[in-house]
């Protein structure tokens, strides 16, 4: 982007169970911006929504009105773009529909209801921004009203995404009806939530000893620790607090009524209702994950919308088009630690099977891409670990960032790389079965073909020069080309012939070819 000339303007929306708010910034350079406005409207858009399944037609009415408002206030301050976004509260009820309807009709405003993927796509996003997250573990926690999403990161990646519906309103309403909260209910509390976090993350890939959270249960504790440790609230980025420190927080704050908890400094009276539930849930999921410190992060996804259509409307100078796709995916592996040379080494020899066996597997060129991508990317799980690095590769290519291709072949992608070794791809398998048949046959071939591949440089010391497909009538006769006979490869390549044979009903021959070099003339 040009440093000269007037600077855009854009703003973001984000119409949460809770809260309404909005950001105008300026964009001062790729990937940051200025804030020049900021606005909460603390509408209670899922007001009774947990115990009716709809929204409210006052909580509706409330809400457009701000909707309105800012939308006005975005336009009055020269907003080239405003886009604005909608979450657990809209996504869920049953009249959301309505809403959206009445944020085009009465506000002029197009609303998209994002997923709960995307949702935490955009909280990470905002945090890698902001957080030098590094090789360390970290849980990245944006908590709203009516959900609460999670992403376990390593290395800067993606690993999982949660959502957990753990919000504060929805467990307020749900599980708190006495002033201040009783034993029964705490207890009853806190069992919910642990039901919840174990049934829907099961065993985390990892233990994450930080945890960096987003939200405004995040930014209210952060507060009333820092009026309780310095006497003021300054800015509450970054703020690092003590896992036992939050529990401590999170105990008075349940033993105190809610007119006392309505005058504590740093707790906005109109969160004071909701905060117990709020804390509580981050309480429990940081034991469960293992987190000992927990960092505030003050801008969430606003943030992470607002950097997004950044990147849309101003890509880098040096940035790749869509056209080079295969090279994203070998940026990709790059920043998960492959082995370059490896990685490479088996996207070639899977070409070449590819290519000799075209007769058997009848793809295209479109498959053949997909192919390489799975195969420089079949090892990226590593960056995880080593146990199961099969299983965390389809993980971290699922959540990748790779311009150029579409959800469905990121997907077949990801399921090419976990299938390289171990378990065949059986329906039983959640990631495999939400294919679509054809995709599922599709990515039954390509590991067939990966395996193989994988297994010819088993050494990692490229020492099969090429592979050649010498017939398919009857067993599938490969030539092996290397300058000595390569046993390791051959040995590992025949032991990963399962799959190919199930897959293509003919027998693996493998066969050392060795490559005769002819002596320059003197």
Known sequence: MEASGPRPRLAAIDVGTNSIR?????????????????????????????????????????SLEALDRMRARAEGMEAEEIRAIATAAVREAENGQDF?????????????????????RLAFRS???????????????????????VVLSAGGMIEETHSL???????????????????????????????????????????????????????????????EKQGEAGPGQGYRMKRSEWLHLTRRLRDAPLEVRQKIRGLNPDRADIIVAGAA?????????????????ERGIRDGLLL??????????????????????????????????????????????????????????????????????HDSGYLIGHSKHHKHAYHLILHA????????????????????????????????????PADRQRVRILAAILR????????????????????TDGPVRLGVAADVEPQVEIWDAVRRTDLFEEVFGSEVELEWQPVVTTASPS
């Open 22 to 62: 909005l950001v105008v910034a300026e964009v001062d350079s790729v990937a940051s911006y200025l804030v020049l406005d900021e606005e909460r409207v603390q509408t209670r858009l899922g007001e009774g929504l947990y115990g009716t399944g709809v929204l409210g037609a006052e909580a509706m009415r409330r």
């Open 100 to 120: 959206v309807d009445g944020a085009a009709r009465l506000a002029s405003v197009r609303l998209e209801v994002i997923s709960e993927e995307e949702e935490a």
């Open 127 to 149: 945090i890698r921004k902001h957080f030098p997250l590094g090789d360390r573990p970290a849980a990245i926690v944006d908590i709203g009203g009516g959900s609460l999403e």
């Open 165 to 227: 519906p753990l919000g504060a309103v929805r467990l307020t309403e749900r599980y708190i009806h006495s002033d201040p909260v009783s034993a029964a209910e705490w207890k009853e509390l806190r069992k919910a939530i642990d039901r919840v976090i174990r049934k829907q993350l099961g065993k985390p890939p990892f233990v994450t000893p930080v945890m960096i959270g987003s939200g405004g249960t995040f930014s209210a504790l952060t507060a009333i620790a820092m009026f």
């Open 281 to 297: 849930a981050i309480a429990r999921l940081s034991r469960y994950l293992g987190a000992r410190e927990i960092l505030t992060h």
């Open 308 to 377: 997004t259509m950044i990147d849309e409307r101003f890509p880098e100078g040096e940035m790749l088009n869509a056209g080079d796709r295969i090279e994203w995916v070998a940026r990709f592996a790059r920043r998960c630690g492959v082995n370059e040379p490896h990685a490479a080494h088996v996207a070639q020899l899977s070409y070449q099977l590819f290519d000799g066996l075209a007769a058997l597997h009848r793809l295209g060129d479109d498959d053949r891409d997909l192919l390489g991508a799975a195969a420089l990317l």
């Open 401 to 436: 960032d790779l311009p150029g291709y579409s959800g469905r072949e990121v997907e077949i992608i990801a399921n090419v790389a976990r299938y390289h070794r171990r378990a065949h791809p059986r329906k039983k398998h959640p990631n495999f079965a939400r294919l679509e």
């Open 452 to 471: 193989l591949a994988a297994g010819l440089d088993r050494t990692h010391t490229q020492a099969v020069r090429a592979i050649r497909v010498e017939g």
